[in-house]
């Protein structure tokens, strides 16, 4: 093991912090929160800017104010409306209005019958949000990062909108920062980026946080952006 217990706890307060965060996806669904949106604002929110967060965060924020110009910073409404942007050209990366329009389209569906995405599990949010086939081994990290924002609740970067769901259940979003620096640090030996290696880390942090393990996330991720290493 490359990192001790003492030096995880240190560095997960450290980088759960909004200091870190003032240019990463999460400031668009707290945006909605904090100015006393619905919470289907909130969700929407997170839902595009979960599907955003891939690449350069710079870039990531640009393209999702580019979204949520689109939808007059009104997603429900325009959700609910029907009507969206349905280009074939990029909204971000790989990411094209089309498939923002789809979305915005099995969002609409899901609200017609529900008030909120909460009760949704992670592959349900794979295929009735996202229109991926299920896959019950995906790591699923944007998945994760969004029920990271909405369920956890210390109230310093994440929000702990859904009251329903424990946070002690979340598991790690595993993207290439937060699975590089595990495997450099020894939390893991598992080379491929899936629901196994997830949970494997997010079990790590669970002998340390027990009813927070995604709390580690914040020690991992900070690392792994500020090159920082502890071996």
Same mark, same amino acid.
């Given at each position: 093991?490359g990192?001790t217990v003492?030096?995880i706890?240190? %560095?997960?307060s450290k %980088?759960?912090?909004?200091?870190?965060f003032? !240019?990463?996806?999460?400031? $668009?669904?707290r945006?909605?929160a904090?100015?006393?949106?619905?919470?289907?604002?909130v969700?929407i929110?997170?839902?595009?800017a979960?599907h955003? #967060?891939?690449?350069?965060?710079?870039? /990531?924020v640009?393209?999702?104010?580019?979204?949520?110009?689109?939808?007059?910073?009104r997603? %429900?409404?325009?959700?609910?409306t029907?009507r969206y942007?349905d +280009?074939?050209v990029?909204?971000?990366?790989?990411v094209?209005w089309?498939?923002f #329009?789809?979305i915005c389209s099995?969002l609409?569906? /899901?609200? !017609?019958?529900?008030d909120?995405?909460e009760?949704l599990?992670?592959?349900? $949010?794979?295929?009735e949000?996202?229109?991926?086939?299920?896959?019950l081994?995906?790591?699923?990290?944007? /998945?994760h @990062? @969004?029920r990271?924002w909405m369920v956890r609740? +210390?109230?310093?970067v994440?929000?702990?909108?859904?009251?329903?769901v424990?946070?002690?259940? @979340?598991?790690i979003?595993l +993207?290439?920062?937060?699975h590089?620096?595990a495997?450099?640090?020894?939390?893991? +030996?598992?080379?491929?980026?899936d629901?196994r290696t997830a949970?494997?880390i997010?079990?790590? $942090?669970? !002998?340390?946080?027990? !009813?927070?393990?995604v709390?580690?996330d914040?020690a991992? $991720?900070g @690392?792994?952006?500020t090159?920082?290493?502890l071996k």
């Open positions: 093991m990192v003492e030096e706890k240190f %560095y997960a %980088y759960n912090d909004m200091a870190y003032n !240019e990463d996806p999460v400031i $668009f669904p945006h909605f904090a100015h006393g949106a619905c919470l289907q604002d969700e929110a997170a839902v595009f979960a955003l #967060a891939w690449g350069r965060r710079c870039m /990531i640009r393209d999702c104010r580019r979204a949520f110009d689109q939808m007059d910073w997603p %429900y409404d325009y959700v609910m029907g942007k +280009d074939p990029s909204l971000h990366r790989i094209k089309s498939e #329009a789809a099995r609409k569906a /899901i609200y !017609e019958r529900s909120t995405l009760k599990s992670p592959d349900e $949010f794979r295929t949000v996202y229109g991926q086939k299920s896959d081994r995906a790591a699923n990290k944007k /998945i @990062l @969004l990271r609740r +210390d109230g310093k994440d929000m702990g909108l859904w009251k329903g424990d946070p002690s259940s @979340l598991i979003p +993207d290439t920062h937060v590089s620096q495997l450099a640090l020894g939390i893991t +030996d598992r080379k491929p980026t629901l949970d494997q997010t079990g790590f $942090f669970r !002998e340390i946080f027990p !009813e927070d393990p709390l580690g914040f991992l $991720f @690392l792994g952006v090159g920082v290493s």
